[in-house]
């Protein structure tokens, strides 16, 4: 279980430990819809995934959201798989990845976050998509975000899991 947001009418942006080694995938939407999943690609290098479904998602909207240091951001999602929640904190630092095996650079916030927030999105002051939250860091307790060109990165190594359409076995 976890969350994600569209980034068009039928692509979802999720981590890829959502949906690695799922015998079957289903994307249940915020108006209450359960829709098939077609594909399911990974990010090769990062914890990122695509999944595309059967029917219409509402888009998340604006990407070009940017977080550095000091910025006030929000998390949401749907922690433990329960209702929708949205987490305010402030980015940490941005470091790089290399520490956490990823190329690029991760985000560091302090918004609480718990398992199911992952692939969810971060979003900047505005309410713009400025990333994709991804863990926590166990010796610190912060969260852990790609920002969107990290996330960009990431999503150019993906492809296929071979994971069926929901209700194939």
């Not at 998602?57 to 998390?75: E, I």
Request: glycine share 18%; with cysteine; hydrophobic share 40%.
């Amino acid at each position: 279980t976890g969350s994600g947001f569209a980034v068009d009418g039928s692509t979802l942006v999720t981590n890829r430990h959502v949906v690695a080694g799922a015998d079957r995938l289903e994307v249940n939407t915020w108006d209450g819809r359960t829709l098939e999943v077609r594909a399911a690609e990974v990010g090769v290098l990062g914890d990122v995934a695509y999944v595309r479904v059967e029917g219409e998602l509402p888009v998340v909207g604006d990407l070009s959201g940017r977080a550095q240091a000091g910025s006030d951001v929000a998390a949401v999602g749907y922690p433990l798989g329960g209702p929708f929640v949205i987490e305010r904190g402030v980015v940490i630092d941005r470091v790089q990845g290399d520490e956490f095996g990823v190329p690029g650079e991760i985000l560091r916030i302090n918004a609480p976050l718990e398992p199911g927030n992952s692939g969810g999105p971060l979003l900047d002051g505005e309410g713009r998509v400025a990333g994709v939250v991804y863990a926590i860091e166990l010796a610190t307790g912060f969260g852990l975000a790609f920002p969107i060109s990290t996330m960009d990165a990431l999503l150019a190594t993906a492809g296929t899991t071979g994971v069926p359409p929901c209700g194939d076995q």
